[in-house]
C-alpha cells in the first residue's frame, strides 16, 4: 500500500479484490464491474475476458463488499450463439435499481463486428434475466441508468461516437418505458488540449442522487506517446434535469498508480463502472477494473465527495 493521506478515495488494503487466479473456471482477465446490494450481500456483475478474448459478465457476492468473495460457476449474462451483434463479447455492466418496477437494470456493451452497442437486461434476483435486446445501435456504450424517472421519463446515459468529428462524449436519451427512446441529448464534453479527459470521456456507475445533484462519477482518456491513460473524475448534474451539468472537477480524483493498475493487459487504467453507498456510514464503496486485469476498490465518504466538489478543484 502507497495510500497518500490526503487522497479523496482511499484503496481497500485487499486490492485487487478479485483477480483471474482466483476465478472458478480458467479465464484471462476480470474488470469493469457493476455494482450494487441486494439484501445483506454486495453483488458485482463483473466483466470476464477468456482466453480467445470474448468477454462475459458474472456475478461475485460478498457479506462486507471487500472480502470473501464467492464468484458463480456459469455466467450470468453470455453473447448467444445466434446473435452476430454480440459475437465479440459483452462487456462493461452498470446496474441500477429501480424501485418502481422492483427490478434492477442492467446496462452492457454488446459487441460485434458493427461495434459497440448499448444493450438493456434486467434481474429481480441476479440468478436469472430478462433481455431487453440492444436500446442503443453501434457505436455507442459505457451506459446507465438513473434509479428513478426524472420529468415521468427514465434517464439513460450513454456515450455515441459522433460521426462528425468523431468525438466520444457523455449523451443522455429518455424514454418513457425503457423501450422508446427519445433523441440523444449532450451532457458532458471531453476537455481540449492536454487535460487528464481530453481524449474521451464516459460514464463511470449510475449517477447517485444527492442533496446537490446527480453525483456522476466519469472516466478521462489522455492519449500519450505511451498510449491511452485512464482516470477518474467528478462532476455533478441537476435534479430536474440531468443534462445540466452544475459542477465539474478539474483534477481527476484518482489515476492508475498501484502496480496492478500500471501492470496488465493494458497498462494504466483506473476504470470504475460499480458505486455502493452505505448511507448509515456514510461510506462510498468504488469498485474500478485495473489495468483490464483485475478488480479494484477505493472508498470514501459521500460528504467528503461532495465537499471537494463544492471547493471546485
Ligand atoms: C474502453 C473500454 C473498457 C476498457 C478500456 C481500457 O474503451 O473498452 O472496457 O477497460 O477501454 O482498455
Known amino acids: 500500500m502507497s495510500a497518500l493521506s490526503d487522497d479523496l478515495f482511499r484503496r481497500a488494503v485487499g486490492n485487487p479484490l478479485l483477480a483471474p487466479n482466483r476465478w472458478p473456471y480458467r479465464i484471462n482477465a476480470v474488470m469493469n464491474a457493476g455494482a450494487t446490494t ?21 456475478v461475485a457476492r460478498s457479506k462486507d463488499g471487500v472480502s470473501n468473495w464467492v464468484v458463480d460457476e456459469t455466467p450470468l449474462l453470455a453473447p448467444q ?11 462493461d455492466a452498470r446496474i441500477t435499481r429501480i424501485d418502481e418496477l422492483d427490478l434492477w437494470t442492467i446496462t452492457y456493451t454488446s459487441f ?26 453501434p457505436e455507442d456504450k459505457n451506459a446507465a441508468l438513473l434509479s428513478r424517472r426524472v420529468g415521468g421519463q ?3 446515459f450513454h456515450r455515441p461516437m459522433t460521426v462528425s468529428g468523431g468525438r466520444a462524449d457523455i449523451w443522455l436519451s429518455r424514454s418513457p418505458d425503457l423501450q422508446q427512446w427519445g433523441e440523444p441529448e449532450p451532457v458532458m464534453s471531453a476537455r481540449t488540449g492536454g487535460s487528464w479527459d481530453s481524449a474521451r470521456i464516459g460514464i463511470g456507475p449510475p449517477p447517485l442522487e444527492t442533496p ?18 485512464y482516470r477518474a473524475g467528478l462532476a455533478l448534474l441537476d435534479l430536474d434535469d440531468p443534462s445540466k451539468v452544475i459542477a465539474r472537477c478539474e483534477e481527476w480524483v484518482m489515476s492508475p498508480r498501484e502496480q496492478y493498475e500500471l501492470v496488465g493487459d ?7 463502472c460499480g458505486l455502493v453507498w452505505d448511507e448509515p456510514t456514510d461510506e ?6 485495473a489495468a483490464d486485469t483485475c478488480i479494484g476498490l477505493a472508498t470514501s465518504t459521500l460528504t467528503e465527495v461532495l465537499t471537494h466538489l463544492r471547493e471546485g478543484h
Not at 81 to 91: A, F, H, I, K, N
Open 154 to 156: 427514465f434517464i439513460l
Open 284 to 289: 462510498i464503496r468504488l469498485y474500478y477494473g
Open 81 to 91: 450463439p445466434d446473435v452476430p451483434g454480440e459475437s465479440w463479447g459483452l462487456e
Open 212 to 229: 446537490d445533484g446527480w453525483l456522476l462519477v466519469y472516466h478521462g482518456v489522455r492519449q500519450t506517446v505511451a498510449g491511452a491513460l
Open 112 to 137: 460485434g463486428p458493427g461495434g459497440p452497442a448499448v444493450s438493456l437486461a434486467t434481474t429481480r434476483d441476479f440468478r436469472t434475466v430478462e433481455r431487453l435486446g440492444v436500446i442503443r445501435p
Open 38 to 58: 441486494v439484501g445483506d450481500e454486495t453483488v458485482l456483475l463483473c466483466r470476464v475476458e477468456d482466453r480467445r478474448g470474448i468477454s462475459h459478465l458474472t
Open 266 to 272: 493494458v497498462p494504466g487504467v483506473v476504470f470504475p
